[in-house]
């Protein structure tokens, strides 16, 4: 399905991702681009499909034989909750990135046309320039925010940029007896894997195939790591984190139920604060989280202010609106009992359900 999807200034096609040369177009493309993030890279793309068995796509649009936007796709299958195609599969960011003076309508259509295709009756783009008025299109700008600063010059400045209350609770944290790793091996893969499997299903959530995690820090290579805090050799709180353009983003973290009295959480992000800025990032980016949730709050309190994110969604003619949300109050019932469910059958179950969310 390598045509042009139609006769318009900017052709769109998908890219062939077995070609070395459009592989380094786009990666170049990506890395230029002020608006790419790590959730554009093919990296991304191709290890969300490594790891979950959901397909990657690319979309590209050229002008004059340059590349002038790329989409990158997924297309995510559940059982549970039907099927549709998201940019970025598994992130919370992505969407359309569009070089200077660019528009995304034909874009857009390929994108439409591609879902379809897919049998994906629903699309969804996570960031970047949204459809106006486009039918069967919804753009919410309410749901979810983001939350970036920069990074300090030193440890001292670094605490003294933490509002009082969230500085007495890493204080408290510092203080404890907790040992810190760093690494991309086995003992910290198998130790994020282990707290982070019980940290989502203690807020109700499934856990992600440990494949997922297994190839975005293949792919990544040095561009992501784990940070891992013990308490008397036990790993309490991990962090799988990404680095991309200056910035590092605390992606998959979590702590078991010890960690809140051991201020591991609070102690797990200073650490990767001060981690970060020895690798050289100007930047500490803590990710999304929804509108006025605890994760929102807690975010604030370190002082990050919210940042409106736009997110839209397409539906085909015909098909109801998808509604994947854990947090919705359609899926509180089926949260209550997955937080009641033992570990071992939660992290059995899990994956299976949680591939399908995207």
Excluded at 35 to 64: D, I, K
Aim: aromatic letters at 8%.
């Amino acid at each position: 399905m390598n045509a042009p999807f139609a006769p318009e200034t900017m052709i769109c096609r998908l890219a062939d991702l077995r070609d070395p040369n459009e592989r380094r177009a786009i990666d170049a493309f990506v890395a230029a681009h002020p608006e790419g993030t790590a959730f554009h890279r093919l990296a991304w793309l191709e290890a969300a499909a490594a790891g979950t068995g959901n397909a990657a796509h690319a979309l590209l649009g050229e002008s004059g034989g340059a590349i002038t936007a790329y989409l990158p796709l997924n297309a995510i299958h559940s059982p549970i909750f039907g099927r549709v195609m998201v940019s970025s599969g598994f992130a919370v960011g992505g969407g359309l990135l569009l070089a200077p003076h660019a528009r995304g309508d034909a874009i857009f259509s390929a994108a439409e046309e591609l879902a379809l295709r897919q049998n994906c009756p629903t699309l969804e783009l996570r960031g970047g320039p949204v459809p106006r008025g486009r039918k069967g299109w919804a753009v919410k700008t309410d749901s979810h925010c983001g939350f970036v600063v920069p990074l300090a010059a030193d440890d001292d400045a670094q605490l003294k940029a933490i509002p009082r209350k969230q500085r007495a609770e890493v204080r408290k944290g510092l203080a404890n007896d907790l040992g810190v790793t760093v690494g991309r091996g086995a003992a910290d893969r198998d130790a994020h894997y282990a707290v982070y499997a019980e940290s989502v299903r203690n807020l109700g959530t499934p856990v992600f195939p440990r494949a997922l995690f297994e190839a975005m820090l293949d792919r990544f290579g040095e561009d992501a790591d784990i940070l891992t805090v013990s308490s008397e050799g036990r790993p309490v709180a991990s962090v799988l984190s990404f680095y991309h353009d200056g910035a590092v983003l605390p992606y998959w973290g979590g702590g078991v139920w010890d960690a809140r009295r051991l201020r591991a959480n609070d102690r797990m992000y200073f650490e990767l604060m001060r981690h970060a800025r020895e690798r050289g990032c100007e930047r500490f980016d803590f990710g999304r989280s929804k509108t006025g949730s605890g994760a929102y709050h807690f975010k604030r309190n370190w002082g990050f202010e919210p940042e409106p994110l736009a997110y839209a969604s397409w539906t085909a003619p015909g098909a109801e609106p998808r509604d994947a949300d854990p947090t919705s109050a359609k899926h509180a019932a089926q949260i209550a009992v997955w937080q009641r469910l033992p570990l071992g059958i939660a992290n059995r179950l899990g994956p299976w359900i949680a591939r399908g969310l995207g």
